[in-house]
């Protein structure tokens, strides 16, 4: 199935003078948008919670949060043309997903970022923010950390699986791992 979310974005990104053609392919084509979006604001998120490393030389791309803002702003106003802001929205993801694999955005552009995400989503409504991860989810994957500390494969694969069937995945990296909602969930 697709949540509510998914069948919003696949809607809205249509022009509302234009006739409606929903289909499954188009769902999946939202599913995988929003997936995209919820992947770059948690790169942010990561970047954001970073500390400045001392005597280390970063270039810091520059922030061009007005710009952005009155190129989403004027695409709306251009009667209401959606698909303008999206990708507008979507330029700069990329944009600035190029500049994080570069290591090319400081903690506090990171957080500039997300403060213009916040604000455009405040239009969009299409955030993936919830009410966290229930306790029972938390439960499973800290018996799985343990698991793997104690390299315990089997027992750690088996909740992984567990943590799969409920709609969560878990992404193991150096920092440790990653819990998202897998989407359609």
Request: glycine content about 4%; aromatic content about 8%.
């Amino acid at each position: 199935g697709y949540s509510g979310r998914e069948v919003r974005y696949a809607l809205m990104r249509v022009h509302y003078r234009a006739p409606l053609n929903f289909t499954f392919e188009g769902m999946q084509e939202a599913r995988q948008s929003l997936a995209r979006i919820d992947d770059w604001v948690e790169r942010l998120r990561a970047r954001a919670a970073e500390r400045e490393e001392e005597n280390v030389e970063r270039r810091t791309q520059n922030v061009e949060r007005r710009t952005e803002d009155d190129r989403f702003a004027s695409a709306l106003d251009d009667d209401l043309n959606i698909s303008a802001a999206l990708a507008i929205v979507f330029d700069t993801i990329r944009e600035t997903n190029r500049a994080l694999d570069e290591s090319s955005i400081n903690p506090e552009a990171a957080r500039e970022w997300l403060r213009w995400w916040e604000e455009i989503d405040q239009v969009l409504a299409i955030s993936g923010e919830s009410a966290g991860v229930p306790d029972d989810i938390n439960a499973l994957a800290e018996a799985r950390a343990q698991a793997r500390l104690a390299k315990e494969w089997r027992k750690s694969d088996e909740l992984r699986d567990q943590l799969a069937a409920l709609g969560w995945e878990v992404r193991d990296s150096k920092e440790g791992q990653k819990l998202t909602r897998r989407a359609g969930a």
